[in-house]
């Protein structure tokens, strides 16, 4: 099972960034825990400027804006 | 190609869709309503239009720089050069006002002066593309210009005045201890020119999807305002023969409004047109745009209240030079 932080201090596109992961994985059949990380300091523990990031298995695999659909399917 | 043909062929058609969508409403420009909506169906598509253009090249743009990218650039860079080159890379950096606080701590961590790191986080927001597409839609190059020439001197000035106060001491404690904890790098994707133009489509996509409406809502205010109220109306208040404390109240009333500039330009270029002298509307939108109560807010989480005073302060003074600037020299 792959762990998915989502780092985010909210935004709108973070949510979207949420949905969409989950909507994928779902749809693959990936077994995912999902969680989003909305504390400051966490998300700069990651070296993430630009939000939304997502970090799988504790690896930063993306940053800066939400993903497009092709490439969170590569993921899973 | 297909969609730039397009692009050309709608841009070319504004005047005679303007004509005939009021014509067909059986309205003449002579009368209030008439002028009115014929500045709503000409203005609207022309803005949109010409938004469309700039955020397509800006979202390709920034494919190139990334916020990693730009931070390396400005990393152990010296006061001076440092801010020049910060508040030029804030132009073309994307950069969203809710990871303002992620990315003044990631600059600070990787050795971006603070003096520095502030002209990026005023130049960022504040000389954007949707800003600058906008004042060029509705008032011609040579405004644009002197828009991102004055509001990059902004940024670079108060960056270069918050460097030399030597203020580090007033960043929260958390943020000095994560400074020396270096993060690891996160490696930028190499992209092909599909995906980069696939990029441009996307911003689009995401960002004239956002503000469109209030674009649409602004220009409706401003056709009301260019239909309705009389000439010259606004001088007396905001043009050249207003006192001289126009300015600073402008300021002082932009900084609560937190709008972003898609929906206070339409507004802008309608006030002026009823006389309202050009810097006093600049310093007002430049107020709106770049000193916002959230944007404030968010930063307390980093910064301790002396610093953020300053920051505002010196922002503040900078906007209130561009204000008088512009009505004395024009």
């Known amino acids: 099972m792959k762990v998915v932080k989502v780092l985010g201090t909210g935004c709108a596109n973070c949510k979207n960034t949420l949905q969409l992961i989950a909507e994928v994985a779902q749809g693959r059949g990936a077994e995912i825990q999902l969680q989003k990380i909305e504390d400051l300091q966490q998300i700069m523990s990651y070296g993430v400027m630009s ?19 092709a490439k969170v399917e590569s993921w899973f | 190609m297909l969609g730039i043909a ?31 909506v014929h500045f709503f169906f000409y203005d609207t598509p022309k803005v949109l239009l010409l938004l469309t253009g700039i955020v397509f090249l800006m979202g390709v743009v920034h494919t190139f720089v990334s916020p990693e990218r730009t931070r390396a650039m400005l990393s152990g860079k010296r006061l001076g050069v440092g801010n020049v080159l910060a508040a030029s890379l804030g132009i073309v950096t994307p950069f969203c006002s809710c990871s303002a606080v992620p990315l003044f701590i990631g600059f600070l961590s990787a050795g971006v002066p603070l003096g520095v790191t502030f002209s990026f986080l005023i130049s960022a927001p504040m000389v954007n593309e949707v800003a600058l597409a906008l004042l060029f839609a509705m008032f011609g190059w040579k405004v644009a210009g002197l828009y991102l020439g004055l509001g ?19 960043l929260e404690d958390w943020v000095r201890t994560m400074q020396a904890t270096q993060s690891a790098d996160y490696a930028g994707d190499t992209l092909h020119w599909a995906e980069r133009i696939d990029a441009g489509v996307a911003h689009v996509k995401n960002i004239v999807g956002k503000v469109w409406p209030y674009i649409v809502a602004g220009i409706g205010v401003g056709a009301a305002i260019h239909g309705y109220v009389p000439e010259d109306f606004m001088a007396s208040i905001m043009g050249k023969e207003a ?81 008088y600037i512009f009505n004395f020299a024009l």
């Open chain 2, 6 to 36: 397009a692009w050309v062929a709608a841009y070319a058609s504004l005047i005679p869709f303007a004509d005939s969508a009021s014509a067909a409403l059986g309205l003449v420009r002579q009368t209030h309503l008439g002028e009115a």
């Open chain 2, 152 to 170: 990059l001197t902004v940024a670079i000035l108060a960056g270069m005045v918050i460097g030399r106060l030597g203020m580090e001491r007033y």
């Open chain 1, 51 to 69: 939000t939304p990031g997502v970090v799988i298995d504790g690896k930063v695999v993306h940053a800066g804006g939400v993903p497009a659909r």
């Open chain 2, 243 to 323: 006192p001289w404390w126009s300015v600073p109240a402008a300021v002082l009333i932009g900084v609560p409004m937190y709008s972003n500039a898609a929906g206070i330009i339409p507004i802008v270029e309608a006030l002026i047109g009823k006389g309202a002298a050009l810097g006093t509307v600049l310093a007002f939108m430049m107020s709106v745009i770049a000193l916002s109560l959230p944007e404030i807010i968010i930063l307390r989480k980093v910064l301790k209240p002396p610093l953020i005073a300053t920051f505002a302060g010196v922002v503040a003074l900078g906007i209130l030079m561009v204000g």
